[in-house]
């Protein structure tokens, strides 16, 4: 019988939380859409490929339910026969798994499941028989792999050693979707730092043979984190991702939090990870404490000798003295000079600024430039780097006060590291505490006169070091050679606002990578120094200039909040599996979920700016600024 024409199959489809994955597609599209990639497969477009994909599943548990989903997953590949392999703990795991499988009744003729094979532990004589396979992934207990995985991996031809894909976590009983993570090619600072792929990536089976460690275990306790810290260092290993969310985790791991993961990480491999960075010559390793999110943090060797901070402002002494102060009580072992731009200032406040910093400028710590025109935040800066010593630049608004002590110290050492292009920190709004790290790009369409990128506020992210798109110029550290490769900052397109936008855009079509030290933290009151002003030409202008960043946005790390809140307004199709329901209480929310969780105002808010009257209206520049106001202020 022909693929997806078995009822079984078709029921076993319906079983799985595939609603997000799809989008909400009918399911007769869906299935047609399966269909045409086994066509594609048995039509030979993608001859040279057979035997794309190996999986290795690892028994956590006795077989049940969970396990049976994850066999399914397998036989619904649209890309042919899966090679499946059950990895137990020892032999009478092996034994009753084998057991358990003799008693499944799923009819080979209904849906092709091939040779399941049991093996104990991930030895390196059986790992050598995966070199028939190109590419291997690894499933936890009750996983499931997306029926497309096969077709994605065979499209890119071997293009790609390790190929990252999204992931969705159904809730506990597997009603609806808890959240949906993008998994980029990630930079290697950010892999570095935490598992952020956990098992969400394909690997060429050459390097599953050629480990040295063990796998199986390493899957289970360290999420695979080792492995990929193994495979950085292999410079012929290449990367590459796909867009679609493959890993549908299994349900009763919707508790797990991403904290917990990098902390699980760690745990039994602390010495491993000590003596991995104690052989590096880029990167110091230092431990967090038990109750930080991070279990470690990396600051590169080579710290920068001279550092510029620059504060621009126009009265208002009282916060600029906060600001300079925070920055000249930094713990730095080269030296630091503070360039504060004075954009016609009183003479009264000018005053108050000098006797407040008497000392410092004495002392030559506190230099004061005159920029005697109409204010112009793009002109000031690159008039105070110009009048500046560093080698690294720290740009810091005047309503900006740096709260980590060793804060410059280890933005200037990632700022002259090779690749980064700017170095930012937790950034918190001291009004509401809300916190950001980092701009990420925005995923979801929006209109043409709105900004381009979005503070990157998911709270399961924001603590940790991670890859970011930019880092605001409210707090961030630049190298004076990549500020001048660059370009500078431009003060006549972005004279005040999206300056660091514009920036963050050329660095990034330079091959650079930005980086948010989420462990270290800055205050910023938004709008306290320079108020708010009509900036949508800069965001016109941004879309006209950097066409590519739209495409740029698929490739970030983010939780993709569009993808979850479409799946919050289908219906709950887990009645549609031949299986029973679960009957496990639902666990406690993760912080992930309480990031995404979104008060009434809020939705009702959302509600309204989604019906036809107002989407028509809103297409008005005038109207949707006012409603854009007039949300802001509901919801915070």
């Not at 997953?73 to 990895?87: D, E, H, Y």
Request: net charge neutral; with cysteine; aromatic share 8%.
């Amino acid at each position: 019988m022909s693929y997806l024409e078995a009822e079984v199959e078709l029921a076993a489809l319906r079983a799985m939380p595939l609603d997000s994955a799809y989008r909400g597609v009918p399911f007769d599209r869906l299935v047609k859409r399966l269909k045409e990639e086994r066509n594609l497969a048995g039509g030979g477009e993608t001859a040279g490929v057979a035997n794309a994909l190996a999986v290795v599943v690892l028994i956590e548990q006795a077989p049940d339910d969970a396990l049976r989903a994850t066999l399914e997953s397998m036989a619904l590949q649209s890309f042919g026969p899966t090679r499946c392999i059950l990895v137990a703990g020892d032999t009478d795991q092996a034994e009753a798994a084998r057991g358990w499988l003799a008693k499944l009744k799923l009819a080979p003729g209904n849906i092709a499941l091939g040779d399941i094979e049991v093996w104990v532990g991930l030895e390196a004589a059986q790992r050598a028989t995966l070199s028939r396979q190109r590419m291997v992934t690894f499933l936890r207990h009750g996983d499931r792999l997306h029926p497309s995985a096969g077709t994605a991996l065979a499209k890119l031809r071997g293009s790609a050693a390790v190929v990252a894909w999204g992931e969705l976590q159904p809730s506990a009983d597997g009603s609806k979707l808890q959240w949906a993570q993008r998994n980029p090619v990630l930079d290697t600072h950010a892999l570095q730092h935490w598992p952020y792929l956990r098992n969400a990536f394909a690997v060429e089976s050459k390097w599953v043979i050629q480990y040295p460690g063990d796998l199986a275990r390493e899957a289970l306790r360290n999420h695979l984190h080792l492995f990929q810290l193994w495979l950085l260092q292999k410079a012929d290993v290449t990367r590459g991702s796909v867009q679609e969310p493959l890993l549908i985790r299994a349900n009763h791991r919707a508790a797990e939090d991403l904290a917990g993961v990098a902390r699980a990480a760690f745990e039994d491999y602390a010495d491993a990870y000590v003596e991995i960075f104690r052989q590096s010559k880029a990167f110091e390793l230092k431990l967090l404490p038990g109750d930080s999110p991070a279990p470690y943090y990396l600051v590169p060797r080579v710290a920068s000798a001279v550092v510029s901070v620059i504060i621009p402002f126009r009265d208002k002494p009282d916060l600029t003295v906060k600001a300079a102060r925070s920055a000249l009580a930094q713990n730095f072992s080269g030296y630091l000079e503070v360039v504060l731009v004075d954009n016609q200032s009183t003479a009264e406040s000018l005053t108050q600024l000098r006797s407040a910093l008497a000392r410092e400028f004495d002392g030559g710590r506190c230099k004061l430039i005159a920029y005697n025109k109409p204010f112009n935040h793009s002109a000031q800066c690159n008039l105070a780097v110009a009048e500046s010593l560093g080698d690294v630049i720290v740009f810091l608004n005047n309503d900006a006060i740096i709260q980590s002590p060793n804060a410059v110290q280890e933005m200037a050492a990632w700022a002259a590291a090779p690749g980064v292009g700017s170095v930012g920190v937790r950034m918190v709004n001291p009004a509401d505490q809300q916190e950001t790290a980092g701009m990420s790009l925005r995923l979801q369409p929006t209109a043409y006169f709105d900004s381009i990128v979005e503070e990157a506020s998911d709270a399961c992210f924001t603590p940790f070091v991670r890859e970011v798109f930019g880092n605001t110029f409210a707090c961030a550290a630049v190298s004076r050679a990549t500020f001048m490769e660059a370009g500078r900052l431009d003060p006549v397109s972005f004279p005040n606002g999206y300056n660091d936008v514009d920036f963050a855009c050329r660095v990034n079509l330079l091959g650079l990578r930005s980086v948010s030290l989420g462990h270290l933290c800055a205050t910023h009151t938004p709008g306290a120094s320079r108020g708010r002003v009509d900036e949508a030409p800069q965001k016109t202008l941004l879309r006209s200039l950097y066409p590519q960043m739209t495409a740029m946005a698929l490739d970030e790390l983010k939780l993709d909040t569009v993808l979850t809140e479409r799946a919050k307004q289908l219906p709950v199709t887990a009645g549609t599996s031949p299986l029973p329901p679960r009957v496990t209480p639902t666990p406690p929310l993760p912080s992930v979920t309480e990031a995404e969780q979104r008060p009434l105002p809020k939705r009702l808010a959302q509600r309204l700016a989604e019906t036809p009257f107002m989407q028509r209206a809103l297409r008005n520049p005038t109207i949707y600024r006012l409603v854009r106001s007039t949300y802001k202020l509901i919801v915070r």
